[in-house]
């Protein structure tokens, strides 16, 4: 049975794609899941009926005008490109948020995510007003350009993913911590418990160097004091030091034999 050495994950097998996104799924919060579905409708609507084209002119009698439908694919612009963009890179956040990669964006998820809705939501409303004229083809004459159902449903998963985005920020959930993302190697930096008291011990260090020698200072100028007062009473006397120093008391010999 291998065990994993300090500072290192133990080796695990890659999973495939779809155990990936089932993990991934399982890992996002409410309001995260919502912004997936939300991005799910947006790209599921570029299948839809956007645009209709039908000829210009005058219709005369017994003739039928052949009107054909073109989806966002059909009809593909910058436009449609900006949708795309916008639900694929939706998508592709929450997932790397459900694995729990750590990194961070300006203004948090929430906020980015508000962003693409409102813009996706601009460029929908511009189409809408942009296609419903006429224009002239070579060869074809004049045609009608007019919109479909389909944009609208668009239009309405832009709003909903706009909305999605508010709630992710109402809801303020942390981002992944750099100790929980599987693509960082730990063992290229100290754990968060050893830096926390590595930090503990650096700022206690100087702490102690100031206290610590307060009470042997202290201690140390009351005995010099005394020493010197002692030495200043022998020299009133007439008594260096050194000679107090090399005094010795002798018992005489009549207070020894009473003793």
């Not at 964006?105 to 508000?114: A, E, F, K, N, Q």
């Not at 508010?166 to 693509?183: C, I, N």
């Not at 700022?203 to 160097?209: F, G, I, V």
Request: proline content about 6%.
């Amino acid at each position: 049975m291998s065990t994993a050495t300090p500072r290192q994950r133990p080796a695990r097998t890659t999973p495939g794609p779809a155990v990936r996104v089932v993990r991934a799924w399982r890992a996002l919060t409410r309001e995260q899941r919502l912004s997936a579905f939300a991005a799910m409708s947006l790209w599921v609507t570029m299948f839809l009926p956007w645009y209709s084209e039908s000829p210009a002119g005058a219709i005369k009698k017994g003739e039928s005008v052949v009107t054909s439908s073109l989806t966002a694919w059909g009809a593909f612009s910058w436009v449609e490109a900006a949708v795309l963009v916008v639900s694929v890179g939706v998508l592709s956040l929450l997932f790397a948020r459900g694995e729990r990669r750590a990194f961070h964006l300006p203004g948090g998820d929430g906020s980015v995510i508000v962003l693409a809705g409102g813009w996706t939501t601009l460029l929908v409303i511009y189409r809408v007003f942009d296609k419903q004229s006429t224009k002239t083809v070579s060869g074809a004459g004049a045609i009608n350009n007019g919109i479909e159902w389909g944009i609208f449903f668009a239009l309405f998963a832009a709003i909903w993913l706009t909305w999605t985005g508010l709630l992710m920020r109402r809801a303020h959930r942390a981002e992944p911590a750099l100790a929980d993302d599987p693509s960082v190697h730990l063992q290229t930096r100290p754990p968060l418990r050893e830096r926390r008291a590595e930090r503990a011990r650096t700022e206690a260090a100087p702490r102690r160097e100031r206290v610590a020698p307060a009470p042997a200072t202290a201690a140390g100028a009351r005995e010099r004091a005394t020493s010197d007062e002692d030495a200043r009473r022998l020299e009133h006397r007439g008594v260096t030091r050194e000679d107090a120093e090399q005094l010795s008391f002798e018992i005489p010999d009549d207070r020894r034999d009473e003793r």
